[in-house]
C-alpha cells in the first residue's frame, strides 16, 4: 500500500531564510508526487507536482521540491520564506498500480517568524 | 473557470441526525473525490466517484456513504451523527487520468453537538 510520511509536525523558519518541508513516500509502482498548501478554514491549494523527467520541480509562489528516487523523498523547499508562507502544508502520491487515490501525509505546520 | 463548489460551509447537528453534503467539480472534471480532515487525524480518505461509480473506499463505517450524478456532482451522507464526526469534508476533483492532481473545495464545516 502506499504511504507517505512528513516527519517534521512543525517548522519554524525566520523570515528571509530558506525553508524546507521534508517528505517520503512509499509506492509499489512508479509515484506520482505532489504538495499542496492549506490556509486557516481553507481548502488545499496545488503547488507543485513530479510525474516524471526533472528531478526538480517548479512550483507556485517560489516554490520546488526535489524528488530523490534513491532515497524515495521528495522534499519541499523555497529559498527565501515569507511570512505570508505560514501555513499547513502536505504531501502527497499516486501510485497508479492502487488506483486514483492520493494518499496524503500528516502534514507540516511552517511557521515563519519576521 | 469556476471551481470545486462545496455546500453548506457551515454545518451544526445534533448527535443521531444524519446530513447531507454537497460538491460541485470544475466543469469537465469526472473525479470527484472526499476527505474528512480532523486535527488528530489528518487528512482521511472517504471514497472516490468516478462516471457514477464508487472506485476506490476509505476506511470509514457504512454510516458514511455517497453518491455521483450524471453531471459529475456528489453528495456524501452521514447517518446517525457522532460526536466524533465533527470534521472539515473536502470535496476535491480531478481530471482524468493520474498526471492531474486534486483541485479542493474550501470544505464543509460540521459540528456535531
Known amino acids: 500500500a502506499q504511504s507517505v510520511a512528513q516527519p517534521e509536525d512543525q517548522v519554524n523558519v525566520a523570515e528571509g531564510n530558506p525553508l524546507t518541508v521534508k517528505c517520503t513516500y512509499s509506492v509499489s509502482g512508479n509515484p506520482y508526487l505532489f504538495w499542496y498548501v492549506q490556509y486557516p478554514n481553507r481548502g488545499l491549494q496545488f503547488l507543485l507536482k513530479?510525474?516524471?523527467?526533472?528531478?526538480l520541480v517548479k512550483g507556485s509562489y517560489g516554490f520546488e521540491a526535489e524528488f530523490n528516487k534513491s532515497q524515495t523523498s521528495f522534499h519541499l523547499k523555497k529559498p527565501s520564506a515569507l511570512v505570508s508562507d505560514s501555513a499547513l502544508y502536505f504531501c502527497a502520491v499516486r501510485d497508479v498500480a492502487a488506483g486514483n487515490k492520493l494518499t496524503f501525509g500528516g502534514g507540516t505546520r511552517v511557521l515563519v517568524k519576521p | 473557470k469556476a471551481g470545486v463548489t462545496q455546500t453548506p460551509r457551515y454545518l451544526i447537528k445534533t448527535r443521531g441526525q444524519q446530513v447531507t453534503l454537497s460538491c460541485s467539480p470544475i466543469s469537465g472534471h469526472r473525479s470527484v473525490s472526499w476527505y474528512q480532515q480532523t486535527p488528530g487525524q489528518g487528512l482521511q480518505f472517504l471514497f472516490e466517484y468516478f462516471s457514477e461509480t464508487q472506485r476506490n473506499k476509505g476506511n470509514f463505517p457504512g454510516r458514511f456513504s455517497g453518491r455521483q450524478f450524471s453531471n459529475s456532482r456528489s453528495e456524501m451522507n452521514v447517518s446517525t451523527l457522532e460526536l466524533g464526526d465533527s470534521a472539515l469534508y473536502l470535496c476535491a476533483s480531478s481530471a482524468t487520468g493520474p498526471f492531474y492532481g486534486y483541485t479542493f473545495g474550501s470544505g464543509t464545516r460540521l459540528t456535531v453537538v
Open positions: 513530479y510525474i516524471t523527467g526533472d528531478n
